[in-house]
């Protein structure tokens, strides 16, 4: 008898088990929360964040530029022009955590990259950081970068390695506001590497005592931005506004006004301060009289944006800032010793242009020398921001003479209510054999002394 082959019911149905596991584990594969077209689907909704991100970034330039945010930059090269808006730095974005949600309602956190800056070429192949509401001058990274607040300084002196301090002075030496070239506030770009931020011995008095560390907060942005800004000329006052009126004397001809101020009037305290913020431009009166306070107060009054802000300049930053504008590498010979500044040097300035306020200053040839002559008097003189080319290097006015400089580092602790802070930059009445411009002085806290002021500097955020 002959056996027929052929599948049997229970094979049959083995298979079709079989076979929707199978199909089971494909659907599963494909649709399930770990699955393939889940994966997919997530891997589109990250990069639609990407894009999202770069759209971002380029309506950044679109809205506080004023340039296409679909537009190319490109990168900078020796060739570029200099105030061209290039390529931005990787590093100079900000990553920050941004949540997205899947339509299966998983929550994945990638990264959100934002910038607070966008970048320039000085026209010599560097870029340099500009911060939003801030716009390129002119100046090379090697001569000094010059930014301004200000869009109608936008370019001005843009290729040029020197920057005019570009104020107009009227007949009595003050600033001629509407006729000067530059109208904002103006901050100078400093390279520096973070290896290189430290505080620095230029071998003087006070250099190894006091102020030796260095905040390791004020490395962040110089590690991320290979530099820093600070104010272009020391403080200024033409914005501020003071309880009562105060006296200054007339150097020529000896009569007072109380259109400035006097020399032993503390008025800049902060009592006496009733409203406005310091400025760094050209040919202002210089802030003096500021206790240590006041100049803390008044430096972080001054700019508070979304991308920046401003503060007191710190010790590390003005030893940096040596380093850049010192002419001698090897041993600062010309910050030790060179009588370079405004200081009380036995030599006859003449106050012509750039005049400031002054207590007693010889009418006959403008001495501001710390000699009692006939008439007994001393005569000191106090002398506008960037009152000549004299108190300039890289393209920073003040740095050396006029005030001594409030820096935030405590240098020790006289007792429990007075805190002694590091002064910077020599005066108007130092020697400048005993207070060079990289010489470390230093004042009680609550010590509004007539030749104290202040130089702001801008934190990028």
């Known amino acids: ?11 049959l149905v083995i298979t079709i088990i079989v076979l929707l596991i199978l199909a089971g584990v494909s659907i599963a594969t494909l649709t399930g929360e770990n699955g393939i077209l889940k994966k997919a689907q997530l891997a589109k909704e990250i990069t639609d964040q990407k894009q999202e991100e ?21 990168d900078n090269t020796e060739t570029t022009e200099a105030g061209t808006i290039v390529k931005l730095p990787n590093k100079w974005l900000t990553t920050i955590p941004d949540e997205v949600s899947t339509d299966n ?27 939003y509401g801030f716009y390129y001058v002119g100046g090379k990274v090697e001569s000094g970068v010059v930014i301004s ?20 002075y009227n007949n009595d030496g003050t600033v001629n506001q509407e006729n000067s070239e530059l109208k904002g506030n103006q901050f100078v770009w400093i390279p520096c590497e973070a290896k290189d931020y430290a505080k620095f011995n230029f071998g003087l008095q006070n250099a190894t005592v006091w102020d030796t560390s260095t905040n390791t907060g004020e490395k962040i942005p110089i590690k ?20 009562g009126n105060v006296k200054w004397e007339n150097a020529s001809t000896g009569s ?19 409203e406005g913020k310091i400025t760094s431009k050209a040919g202002e009166i210089p802030y003096y009289h500021a206790d240590y306070t006041t100049a ?31 002419t001698d590498k090897s041993n600062y010979s010309d910050l030790k010793s060179s009588n370079w500044g405004n200081y009380n040097n036995n030599t ?59 820096t935030q580092e405590t240098a020790y602790l006289m007792n429990d209510s007075n805190l002694i802070y590091n002064l910077r930059g020599g005066s108007f009445n130092d020697v400048y054999t005993g207070g060079p411009v990289c010489y470390r002085a230093y004042g009680r806290a609550n010590l509004a002394a007539t030749n104290y002021g202040i130089r702001p500097a801008l934190f990028i955020k």
Not at 5 to 10: D, F, Q
Not at 54 to 74: C, F, M, R, S, V
Not at 105 to 131: E, F, M, Q, W
Not at 301 to 326: C, E, P, R
């Open 105 to 131: 309602g998983n929550i994945v956190i990638p990264s959100k990259k934002i910038a607070n800056v966008y970048a320039i070429s000085d026209g010599a192949g560097n870029t340099v950081p500009v911060p």
């Open 149 to 168: 607040d200000n869009a109608t300084d936008k370019n001005k002196f843009k290729g040029q390695e020197d920057v005019p301090a570009g104020a107009s």
């Open 296 to 326: 803390i107060e008044m430096s972080e009054n001054m700019i508070n944006t979304d991308y920046v802000q401003s503060g007191l300049i710190t010790g590390t930053m003005w030893d940096a800032m040596m380093k850049f504008i010192a």
């Open 348 to 406: 006859v300035i003449t106050y012509t242009a750039g005049r400031g306020r002054y207590l007693t200053v010889n009418s006959s040839n403008g001495s501001t020398s710390n000699v009692a002559v006939s008439d007994n008097s001393y005569h000191y003189g106090i002398r506008t921001t960037a009152s000549s080319e004299e108190v300039k290097r890289k393209n920073l006015y003040d740095v050396a003479g006029n005030m001594w400089e409030w």
């Open 224 to 243: 991320k931005y290979s530099g820093f800004y600070v104010g272009r000329y020391e403080a200024g006052t033409s914005e501020v506004t003071l309880s």
């Open 256 to 274: 007072s006004d109380s259109q400035g101020w006097g020399w032993q009037n503390e008025s800049f305290v902060s009592s006496k301060v009733t």
């Open 1 to 11: 008898m002959n056996k027929q082959k052929g599948i049997t019911l229970i094979a």
């Open 54 to 74: 770069e759209n971002a970034i380029l309506k950044q330039y679109e809205d506080l530029l004023g340039i296409e945010g679909n537009t190319e930059l490109p």
